[in-house]
């Protein structure tokens, strides 16, 4: 440990610059890592499905699945360059894009993810701060729904079709029972029918949609402001101490 | 309405009291000066009653004590005195606000606030014209009694909950730390003032500071009623909404401990440390106190209304009973009121909702929004009344200063407390934000009532007290509350968004709870959404349990989203008469075929591969299919509303969903069935198919003649026009039906064998789909 306490200073502060976490974030979610991998290097999907709180959430396998997105790792690889964040963030929302459609072929999951991707994927739910600038909100809240957008995306197909649509919604409702199945199908065909109609409002009867693009998906959750609203409060000050998180927001 | 209360008012006026007919007259004018030009008409005729009232005192006089054998006719004003003039006052409220509304230019540029207390200022000086005693109108009893408690149940049943817990730390914050330091910066400067003054060996010098910090407390509280008046009409943005609105309903607790506080020490003339103790534990108890009675009452109306389905017509009154009481019992115990009203409407909302029927929801709704209103309007014109009234002392440095103050500390207020707060919020308040809080610090009559209640004999300088409290009031109301609006624009501050939300947005609000939650416990701690998600658990598992009787009411948030918005559609639906538009929902052509997977690539290829109809006719015949069903739609969809004039529109509820998405499916397939079996049928297809489509329209219709176009229509070779014509027609028919139908409860039989011959001659294989349907409509 003592050999390694100089290094792992080092790759935070690097990691710390790529992802705008604080130093002290780092080291609390570097802790959190440890703790759940069982002082690996890599976590794997059991090491997150044995986490207790996780198993009464309902979409507990596309929170675990969006962690091990290849998407995450290629932006990984990508993110290597090392740079200042906010502008290069903005652009690589965009690059990552390309990146995804051009390797269409390889998106799937790995089974292992390191440290940086794990901090990648949190990387998405920082919360946005007083000093940005509308541009970088703006691509704030492009990337946090590019994240939201692939995690309905399965096939990563670029866009969401009625299927994965009804299967997100199946997801949302499986902890509710029967009542939910059924109501979830229909739930999930009146959305669609709405981003339809909302986003080609003319349409014959022989066209068809056959799913929500990106954009559309902006456009329907434009409403919701996700760039002040998708996040969560990381702690800067050690988590082992201060286990209450009754917090004033 | 004015021609109604003239006949009224002369009768009165031939023997009655004075205050009487003049009051209805004063109605009269004002009403008229209201609606032809608003304020400056309403001075000219009222020299007229007050020559009248004076006669009329002498003439009741004689005629008491005279006797008659057998009097016929009796006037007997005292008897019903009091309700008689409450309902004139509500009536001239409600008259003035319907005045306002008749003038839109007017209520663009000034708030309705404004314009209220303008009335009232107007109506008292009428009165004291008149050479009458003023009544006291606004006194605190009537106030806190009467007129408060309806616009705080508003506001606390319909209180936006998320946003609400949301920001509650924020809230909180201002509303307690900031209206102490309020009270105590604006009652200490104001002391020293009072003391420094050398030029001014007035009454002033007498002040102490226990009397000036009372009333700092009374006057550093932000007014809930202002606030409402003034914020609903600039529809700012859900956040600082929420902030400025909560703060006002908060501080209640601190305005109550504080005010009794200095009350019950500004006799002793001394507070010593233990007493600080004491008042810092009497406002946790006066807070949490009311919160806690407040949630009791809730509950028990929550459980009360489990047990409600039998008579539905007296569920809206559990929830006003129960609240009301919940008021007075935390009224008993000096505990706040408001924050007990407040927890009780929210408490008992989400319960109470899913156990009622939707007419008394929708009963509870009005009921609030009218009391509310009505209270809201007579609470400003009785603010204006009492103006008038009140025993007036004027002093320019003691009114200057405080007005000064007010406005000091509040900006000091907020932006010290938004540094704080800032540090600890997730989503920091802006620049402009702070302004808005700050600047919305409205005052208002909750200061005056409280005002009002202080004992002439303790404190001597009441008077004064009341003249700076109303011109504090009088100074936020007008002048900030005027200005607000523009400079909201000229800030471009963030507005609220009409829309609705959509069924996108509610899944994706789901969707992200559970995602934050999620994340939250890979994280490993647990904040904020951990919490939430808890308690949501709990309430699911236990709570709902007790307190909700249905089983569909315990559906999943959703769920229930989805079915309400259903709902919403289909009366829409009715409402708009049945007519041909599609609902406002979704005012596109995109149907269900355009996002149905793989039935285009299966369908296609064998259409075209088949010799068949040209283009045009395919289309027509699809356009006719289409309204067709569009048609079905809608006479089940009318079909519910029959349930609705008859009772159980709940209980009919659940099979209209049913039903809809049968027509869904049913129409799913028809269009498959189109698309294939159109181009299977021998070579003639053009033809049979359209026999039978003509048939169609008596399927629909039991009563053949009723529109006979129809089948010349279909027979006939079309034109796009003779399709709009016959839609017309179809529109007019279905309207008439429409008229008929009301008449009758149900008429399922009907409905039922229309649909029938609908499956039968579209040649749908699916009888036990037939059978489905069927069951919704057995007893």
């Not at chain 1, 790995?110 to 509308?134: N, W, Y």
């Not at chain 2, 529109?649 to 698309?675: A, R």
Request: glycine share 8%; aromatic share 8%; net charge negative.
């Amino acid at each position: 440990m003592g050999a390694s306490q100089t290094r792992p200073e080092h790759r935070h502060q690097d990691l710390a610059d790529r992802t705008g976490f604080s130093l002290e974030q780092i080291k609390n979610l570097h802790k959190r890592f440890q703790q759940l991998s069982g002082d690996e290097d890599t976590i794997s999907k059991e090491n997150l499905e044995s986490i207790p709180t996780l198993a009464n959430n309902p979409i507990r396998k596309q929170i675990i699945g969006a962690f091990f997105d290849k998407s995450a790792f290629a932006e990984c690889l990508l993110a290597a360059g090392g740079a200042p964040h906010f502008p290069y963030r903005h652009q690589r929302g965009f690059i990552l894009f390309g990146l995804r459609n051009q390797h269409r072929g390889e998106a799937g999951s790995c089974d292992q993810i390191g440290f940086e991707q794990f901090l990648m994927v949190m990387s998405h739910f920082r919360p946005p701060t007083l000093k940005m600038t509308a541009e970088e909100k703006e691509a704030m809240r492009r990337e946090k729904l590019r994240f939201l957008f692939n995690m309905h995306d399965t096939d990563n197909d670029g866009t969401i079709t009625l299927v994965e649509y009804r299967k997100v919604v199946e997801e949302l409702l499986s902890k509710s029972g029967s009542i939910g199945q059924e109501a979830a199908e229909a739930i999930a065909d009146a959305a669609m029918l709405e981003v339809a109609s909302t986003n080609v409002p003319t349409m014959g009867p022989d066209d068809f949609y056959e799913g929500i693009t990106f954009e559309h998906f902006e456009q329907i959750l434009k409403g919701l402001e996700m760039e002040s609203r998708m996040h969560i409060r990381f702690l800067d000050v050690d988590t082992t101490t201060m286990r209450c998180g009754k917090s004033t927001s | 309405m004015t021609s109604g209360t003239g006949p009224r008012g002369r009768p009165g006026a031939g023997r009655g009291l004075p205050e009487r007919g003049l009051l209805l007259l004063l109605v009269l004018v004002l009403l008229e000066g209201s609606v032809v030009f608003p304020l400056g008409a309403a001075s000219s005729p009222d020299v007229d009653p007050r020559g009248h009232s004076e006669d009329r005192a002498v003439a009741e006089e004689s005629q008491n004590y005279s006797k008659k054998a057998f009097p016929v006719l009796s006037l007997d004003y005292h008897h019903i005195h009091v309700p008689f003039e409450i309902a004139l006052w509500v009536l001239l409220a409600s008259l003035m606000k319907l005045g306002f509304h008749l003038i839109p230019r007017l209520s663009s540029i000034v708030p309705e606030s404004c314009l209220l207390i303008v009335v009232g200022l107007l109506v008292g000086g009428f009165i004291k014209l008149a050479g009458e005693k003023v009544p006291p109108v606004l006194d605190s009893q009537s106030f806190f009694l009467c007129l408060l408690p309806p616009i705080i149940l508003d506001a606390g049943y319909f209180l936006p909950i998320r946003p609400f817990m949301e920001n509650l730390g924020t809230i909180l914050m201002f509303a307690v730390v900031g209206t102490l330091w309020n009270a105590f910066f604006v009652g200490g400067l104001l002391y020293a003032v009072c003391q420094i003054q050398p030029g001014n060996p007035s009454d002033l010098h007498n002040l102490e500071l226990l009397p000036c910090l009372l009333f700092a407390s009374i006057i550093s509280a932000v007014d809930p009623v202002a606030v409402l008046a003034v914020f609903e009409e600039i529809h700012i943005n859900e956040l600082l909404h929420i902030l400025v609105f909560g703060e006002s309903l908060l501080n209640d607790a601190v305005t109550v401990v504080l005010y009794h506080l200095f009350e019950e020490y500004s006799g002793a003339g001394t507070v010593t440390i233990l007493d600080g103790v004491l008042g810092v534990i009497s406002f946790l108890v006066v807070a949490l106190g009311g919160v806690l009675v407040g949630a009791i009452y809730g509950f028990l109306a929550a459980f009360t209304s489990r047990f409600t389905s039998h008579v539905r017509v007296i569920e809206p009154l559990f929830v006003f009973v129960y609240s009301y009481m919940a008021y007075l019992s935390a009224e008993m115990f000096h505990l706040s009121g408001i924050m007990a009203l407040i927890a009780c409407g929210a408490v008992m909302r989400p319960y109470v909702e899913a156990n009622i029927s939707h007419k008394s929801h929708t009963t509870i709704k009005y009921f609030l929004k009218m009391w509310s209103s009505v209270s809201e309007t007579l609470i400003f014109i009785f603010l204006g009344v009492a103006t008038v009234d009140g025993p007036h002392s004027w002093n320019w440095t003691f009114v200057t200063v405080t007005v000064l103050l007010c406005l000091v500390s509040r900006v000091i207020g907020v932006i010290g407390l938004t540094f704080v707060i800032n540090k600890f919020r997730i989503v920091k308040l802006t620049t402009k934000d702070q302004f808005i809080v700050a600047y919305g610090g409205l005052r208002g009559a909750i200061a005056f009532s409280l005002g009002f209640l202080l004992e002439e004999k303790h404190f001597p300088m009441r008077d004064m007290f009341l003249t700076a409290i109303i011109t504090v009031i009088f100074f936020t109301v007008f002048v900030q509350g005027m200005t607000i609006k523009p400079l909201v624009e000229l800030l471009a501050v963030k507005k609220k968004q009409e829309a609705k939300r959509t069924i996108n947005e509610e899944i994706h609000t789901q969707f992200l709870d559970h995602l934050l939650t999620g994340i939250e416990d890979i994280c490993g701690h647990y904040g904020h959404h951990h919490w939430k998600d808890k308690l949501n658990r709990i309430n699911k598992k236990y709570v709902k349990k007790c307190l909700i009787a249905d089983e569909r009411g315990r559906e999943p948030q959703l769920i229930a989203f989805y079915h309400k918005m259903e709902m919403k559609q289909a009366i829409e639906l009715v409402e708009s008469g049945g007519g041909f538009k599609p609902p406002s929902a979704l005012p596109s052509t995109v149907s269900m075929q355009n996002i149905q997977p793989k039935k285009p690539a299966a369908a296609k290829p064998v259409q075209r591969a088949l010799p068949q109809l040209p283009k045009g006719r395919e289309e027509e015949i699809r356009t006719i299919l289409r309204s067709n069903l569009q048609r079905t739609r809608q006479r089940l969809r009318s079909y519910n509303r029959h349930t609705l004039v008859a009772d159980p529109y709940e209980e009919g509820f659940s099979d209209f969903i049913i039903k809809k998405q049968k027509i869904i499916e049913l129409e799913k397939k028809i269009i498959h069935m189109n698309n294939l079996t159109l181009p299977a049928a021998p070579p003639d297809s053009p033809t049979l198919c359209r026999a039978r489509l003509a048939s169609d329209p008596q399927a629909y219709r039991p009563k053949r003649d009723s529109v006979p176009t129809i089948q010349v229509d279909l027979a006939s070779p079309q034109s796009p026009d003779s399709v709009n014509l016959m839609d017309e027609f179809r529109a007019n028919g279905s309207r008439r039906e429409e008229e008929e139908d009301q008449g009758l409860t149900m008429r399922p039989r009907g409905e039922d064998g229309r649909r029938e011959q609908l499956t039968r001659c579209l040649s749908d294989p699916g009888p036990s789909a037939d059978e489905d349907e069927d069951e919704p409509f057995l007893p």
